[in-house]
């Protein structure tokens, strides 16, 4: 591709030089960090951190002691270290499809919930699964909620990660935290075997935390206009397909580092500010291209999403292809997310086919720009274009 430096990237990394500063001076004074504003915001005693949201998974499925081999249900649309976690953890796991929500689907759980020992739900784009319905149908089985995508979404009233066993957040998502996991347990019956894994943790050298902190602001710093356009993209479509950069079946188990849970504890007294401003700009694009064929994301009864993705759908896999690279030649970066999760599924993981929906999503969805950090004219202007990409015809190709 031709270099853009305006282009608009597709996900919104706000790792700044303030929080590089921050957690650089958390390393090195090795300053601790409260954990109060955790426990009011979200109302849970029993918290924990690891280095990854991946490796939080892992241990939650540790310390349930299931034997060797058992099956934990997860959905197909994700992305696959959810499924190394499973592997990590000695077990299998079962794939369960999605709904028009993309999340997991209780019909197709009613149908595989013999066959499991242990359930993860993952409320994708920060989308509320039924959880009242999926514990219906699975009232004795763990359910570990994954809110990798879903920090301050709320299911009737509460917030996202109380109301399963356990839940996961990962810390450099939406919150740019630079890295880490953070585990609620919400069951008490739990917290002592979980509590004993956490605790055998290692911790980072001083030396891998400086490193670690370095690549992170890099990571940020490239992500944000000019250097995206100009340098990160086309140098990331240069190895794309020569790098496999899903496949982390091995990985490190460790505490988080120092200075990614003070930038995260940082964070969260004004993130819910954050959010709302995120919610208002995906309202605006639900009513720009309310009138187009586009499948827009809506929201389910008794949730509130904060959108921390924007996904749209269209007819086929040739048209989703062509809409991304329209907007890209146009100077708006877009994501195929999880798009490749079944085919990769089904040649390493075990995948059967039996989830026809998530593979039907997974050929046509495609998420937008919806930062919090955009104007209303850069908003404005990817809704232009959207339409612009339909009255062009190629909607009907």
Known sequence: MRPNISLIPRFNIDYGFHDFLSGLSATVLQKESSFDILRSEFR????????????????????????????????????TVVFDAIINAGLVPKF?????????????????????????????????ADL???????????????????????????????????????????????????VFVNNTSYV???????????????TEELKHLLIMYARAFFYHRPWFGLLALPIGLSVEGKVDLMDKTSFDIKSINRSDLHVAVKKIRSFQNIVKIQRTNSLLLIKELADTPYALPTEQENTCCNY???????????????????????????????????????????????????????????TVPNHYTLKEKELLKIARLLKGFCSSGSMHV
């Open 44 to 79: 849970t005693p029993d918290i924990f951190f690891a280095n990854y949201s991946r490796t939080s998974i892992c241990l939650i499925l540790k310390s349930l002691g299931l034997p060797a081999g058992s099956r934990v249900g997860v959905p197909l649309y994700s992305c």
């Open 96 to 128: 369960i499809d999605i709904n028009e929500n993309y999340t997991l689907d209780p019909e197709d759980l009613k149908l595989k919930v013999g066959d499991i020992d242990a359930l993860i739900v993952i409320h994708t784009f920060g989308r509320l």
């Open 132 to 182: 009242d319905e999926i514990k219906r149908i699975a009232p004795d089985i763990p359910i570990i909620e994954d809110c990798a995508h879903s920090i301050f979404s709320l299911y009737k009233g509460k917030q996202a990660g109380t109301i399963g066993d356990f839940s996961s957040f990962s810390l450099p998502k939406y919150l740019s935290a630079g890295g880490g996991g953070m």
């Open 192 to 206: 002592e075997n979980l509590s004993e894994c956490m605790d055998s943790l290692e911790h980072s050298s001083f």
């Open 308 to 366: 921390y993705l924007f996904p749209l759908q269209v007819a086929t896999e040739g048209m989703r292809d062509q809409v991304c690279d329209y907007l890209r030649e146009n100077g708006v970066d877009t994501s195929k997310l999880f798009s490749q999760t079944p085919e990769i599924a089904r040649a390493k993981y075990g995948y059967e086919g039996d989830c026809p929906h998530t593979e039907k999503v997974a050929d046509r969805i495609f």
